[in-house]
């Protein structure tokens, strides 16, 4: 089943808790996180808590919770849930005060969600999805993950009605990465994906991969990728935390090489669910 958890305390889901004056949604003042929960246990917990510090340094932003204190509440939320493959979504926002621009005197406020994990359909892992190139009209801090997403849901959607799995950014001309994802591609053997910058997020999974890649020594660096690059790649897939490592078969109706996903997105594929499945072991 799936619980919510607002300042302190466990809700059901359906419970309606939230005061009119939260800032999250009155200015989309905040952060987030979203992490993956394997076989009851959360996947690479500490890299998202610690993203999510980041985030809120970034924006002057004091959590109300240390990132123990998150770890347990997230541990207490799994057993009432009591669900092994679930999705933590985790809230911060400028706090519960009345609407005003400035920075409030209140402290953060901390909300918390643990669902049953999404499913994604088997065949998009093993066939691929299609995306649509779109231009990316979002602001210069995209490495901080703010709850302002308007921008990635309005694409999504444009990809979505258009057919689409993901809107996939263009700036000038070169790729900065998806609606909610990172964007690989390989060349000639190699494993290329836009350079860590303010323009995209910096994805616990996109880390992971490269330390993959790394480890089966598989050439991978960070570079500029223009749409030409993209569209002449021998193989695209795209991560996250909730869709892992996905091929991508067409760009905008054009095939990528034979549109099959190839041997090297394979491979990483694997290999990331074997470091899912080795961590939780132990
Ligand atoms: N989104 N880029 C953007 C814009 C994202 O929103 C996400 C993840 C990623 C991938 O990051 P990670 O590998 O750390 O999940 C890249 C989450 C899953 C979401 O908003 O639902």
Known sequence: MSVAFINGEFVPVEQKVLPIDERGHQFGDGVYEVIRVYAGSPFMLREHLQRLARSAAAIQLQLNYSPDELEQYIGKGLE???????????????????????????????????????????????????????????????FIKSLNLLPNVLAKQTAANAGHYEAVFVQNGYITEGSSSNVFVVKAGKLLTPRNSKKILSGITRAALLELALELGIPAEEADISVEDLKAADELFITSTTMEVMPVHTIDQQPVNDGKPGPITRQLQQAYQQLYRKMIVG
């Open 80 to 142: 009432q849930a009591n669900e092994s493959e679930a999705e933590v979504y985790i809230q911060v926002t400028r706090g519960i005060t009345p609407r005003q621009h400035l920075f409030p005197n209140a402290s953060a406020s901390t909300t918390m969600t643990i669902r049953p994990a999404r499913n994604v359909p088997q065949a998009y892992w093993e066939n691929g999805v299609s995306v649509a190139l779109m231009d990316d009209e979002r602001w210069a801090n995209c």
